[in-house]
């Protein structure tokens, strides 16, 4: 009688089309391929290099961005290859606490509204000198891996900046109803400027939160104001139905009646509901 065939899991390889997911890969100390989401960074098993268990991890934890083209994905892995030790894509993933050091630098640029350049003209040898004097020269010498060029500074805070706005989103998404306040008003260099607030439920609690700041690049009149508010509904994927109304401060832009944005919101709720 022959002898059972012994089962061994193939090994997977990566194929090009799982970036539509999200996803790229990494090569572990043994020289497998693991897949490594370009959004989250996170790096699962090898088992997990299947089209339907990417697909399942980017609908369950970056749901908003499901629909993305390609071309959101690739620049997502430009980001992620700019964290890595090389810049080939087979090197070993960059150490966790490098990168969330790099992101929590980029957190107090941000806050402070400072340039991006501080954090490695100013910050980081500032933080060698402290280390090695009050910790040890070896110490100090482990700062220098933290990427905080001017360029990953600014790509931390965007990607903070797309993962905050997912958060609002998603919650706007989660909640029975939802209210936007907007105003037009001029900055420092003279342009126009949109600024729209949301106030949403979570928990059984009113939540404002920011959630639009576009510039009108040609005129201000109602129509181009409800352009910007229509356009980013249709990027997130947010639904009229549920916006049960929109304050503003009764100018002829916000309240003419055929033109105005109360108007083309009016228009729009008619045809959603």
């Known amino acids: 009688m ?14 090009d089309k799982f970036l539509d997911l999200g996803f790229y890969y990494v090569v572990d100390k043994s020289g497998t391929q693991r897949p490594q989401c370009v959004i989250c960074f996170e790096v699962l098993s090898t088992e997990s290099m299947k089209q339907n268990k990417l697909q399942r991890h980017l609908t369950t934890k970056h749901a908003p961005y499901q629909d993305k083209e390609r071309a959101f994905f690739e620049r997502k892995l430009l980001a992620l290859k700019n964290t890595r030790l090389d810049r080939e894509g087979t090197c070993h993933q960059t150490n966790s606490r490098t ?3 790099s992101y929590r630098v980029s957190l107090h640029v941000a806050k402070t509204k400072k340039p991006h350049s501080i954090a490695e003209e100013l910050m980081l040898p500032c933080a060698k000198d402290m280390v090695s004097l009050m910790v040890g020269e070896e110490a100090a010498k482990k700062l220098a891996v933290i990427p905080l060029s001017d360029n990953t500074i600014q790509r931390r805070i965007e990607d ?14 989660e909640s029975p109803w939802h209210a936007i306040q907007l105003d037009e008003s001029t900055d420092i260099a003279s342009y126009a400027q949109l600024i729209v607030w949301v106030r949403f439920i979570k928990a059984d609690n009113f939540v404002d939160e920011p959630l639009l700041i576009k510039p009108l690049e040609a005129t201000t009149k109602g129509e181009d104001i409800f352009g910007k508010v229509e356009q980013f509904y249709c990027d997130h994927d947010l639904d009229f139905g549920k916006l049960l109304g929109s304050p503003t401060d009764g100018a002829p832009a916000m309240l003419g009646v055929r033109s105005g944005f109360k108007a083309k919101l009016l228009e729009v709720a008619r045809q959603t509901s």
């Open 2 to 15: 022959a002898a059972p065939a012994t089962s061994k899991s193939r090994e997977r390889s990566y194929q």
């Open 99 to 101: 990168l969330e050091a």
């Open 160 to 173: 903070m900046s797309l993962d905050v706005m997912a958060q609002v989103v998603q919650k706007i998404k």
